[in-house]
């Protein structure tokens, strides 16, 4: 968002932008929006890329808890909660810190929880020719919380599963125990 398009949203809901607190929040704004949607400008196979590793691992890897804040292409309002990722590994692994990456990478643009979960797993699973992975996210949803039907405890969970995750039921309700 451009400073501009900032000032005009400001008198198009009838505000004053020349009154003190308000001079400065074009500016604010369009810095803000441009750390929110900074995923655009990333590449996924870029962000993987500088950290995969040969080692001999062949179990489950699951990060858990990775904090989530995207905006909701809808209403363009936020959606935050978490990220769980696991995968089997056939001898390469990822740098952990760079699964985080990738979350915020997917997470920094206009989105679906559904699409972000889908993407993140789809992302995870050909570099290193994972034998499976599975990404489930749980998000609220302020368009539901603030607007609307304006429910305050509402949580979304999606799920994608790849792979042995997708395949082998043993292997899911594994990575789900796990995930807690």
């Known amino acids: 968002m451009t400073e501009d398009l900032a000032l005009q949203l400001i008198k198009s809901i009838g505000e004053d932008p020349d009154r003190e607190?308000?001079?400065?929040?074009?500016?604010?704004?369009a810095k803000a929006w441009g750390?929110?949607?900074?995923?655009?400008?990333q590449n996924p196979a870029e962000i993987l890329g500088k950290?995969?590793?040969s080692e001999k691992c062949?179990?489950?890897?699951?990060?858990?808890?990775?904090?989530?804040?995207?905006?909701?292409?809808?209403?363009?309002?936020p959606f935050f909660g978490k990220c769980h990722i696991g995968y089997i590994s056939r001898g390469r692994i990822y740098g952990v810190s760079k699964l985080a990456r990738l979350v915020d990478c997917f997470s920094r643009r206009l989105q679906l929880q559904e699409r972000l979960t889908r993407q993140i797993a789809e992302a995870l699973i050909e570099p290193i020719d994972a034998?499976?992975?599975?990404?489930?996210?749980e998000a609220q949803h302020l368009c539901m919380m603030m607007r609307g039907v304006s429910k305050q405890n509402s949580v979304m969970v999606t799920s994608a599963m790849l792979g042995s995750f997708r395949e082998?039921?043993?292997?899911?309700?594994?990575?789900?125990?796990?995930?807690?």
């Open 168 to 180: 082998e039921p043993e292997t899911r309700a594994e990575f789900l125990k796990l995930i807690g």
């Open 58 to 77: 062949d179990q489950m890897i699951i990060v858990k808890d990775i904090e989530v804040y995207s905006m909701c292409e809808h209403h363009m309002l």
């Open 21 to 29: 607190g308000l001079r400065d929040t074009p500016k604010r704004v």
């Open 35 to 41: 750390h929110l949607m900074q995923g655009y400008a």
């Open 131 to 137: 034998e499976g992975v599975g990404v489930v996210v």
């Open 51 to 53: 950290a995969i590793f």
